[in-house]
């Protein structure tokens, strides 16, 4: 299966129950106030940035980095008529912001594709101001379980998703510490479980297809084993679920 196009892929992840629930806690534990300056690092498409700017109000500042010219695109189009929002491309550990003015900022899920987590989080401090509110939020990837009469062809997928598929798959685990190393204070560390009963949905959020078949012409996992255990899954009834650890943290 080819890789789905990114700025759809993330617009469908987002709108998804577990996607909204997440997202409007970690915006809601933000406490961002009207004339703040807030930061989407790694804004993406612009799923957030509607709502960051309905906290920040006409007199504050919403800004929103990405270095992808379709997801830029994308979030241009998706914040028309904002004017408090400002769309900027460039890379997270080079952030086109001037020192010291942000109030607010968060990253949702960038932090396990990053070359150098660690870089992002520096630069992050580098760009809010003492007293600044930040949120983190990424996943574990050696959390993800699915349910399978194979249970050890399901082990191998996750094992494959880790090692092979996610740059920094277990990151989730780590942002609290990755945090307190940038320079922040940690608040709040907090653990959902997204859960999956339908496997489409399933299928498009985790790549059971396309990481599968990744696995499969690896040599990670049999061909004739690895097809049945997908043909299995599509069957039903389906289970899978994963843990997102949410960071909050200030300067």
Known sequence: MSRPDQTSYMLRAAAGDAGRAYKRQLIDLLDIQVGQTALDMGCG??????????????????????????????????????????????????????????????????????????????QLHHVTRPGA?????????????VDAEDLRTSRAFTRYTTEEVVRNATIGRSLARFAEQAGFRVETVLATTPVFRDFQEADHTLGLGRNMQQAIDAGRVDRERGHRWFTGLSAGPFYASFTLVSVICSR
Do not use: F, N, Y
């Open 45 to 122: 498409p612009g799923t957030d940035l509607p709502a960051l700017a309905e906290r920040v109000g006409d007199s504050g500042t919403v800004i929103g980095v990405d270095r992808d010219q379709a997801m830029l695109t994308r979030a241009r189009e998706r914040t028309d008529g904002l004017h408090q929002v400002e769309i900027r491309e460039g890379d997270v550990h080079d952030l086109p912001i001037e020192p010291g003015t942000v109030d607010r900022a968060k990253i949702d899920r960038v932090l396990m594709h990053v070359a150098e987590p660690a870089d992002a989080l520096a």
């Open 133 to 145: 509110r930040i949120g983190l939020a990424e996943p574990d990837w050696d959390t993800l379980i």
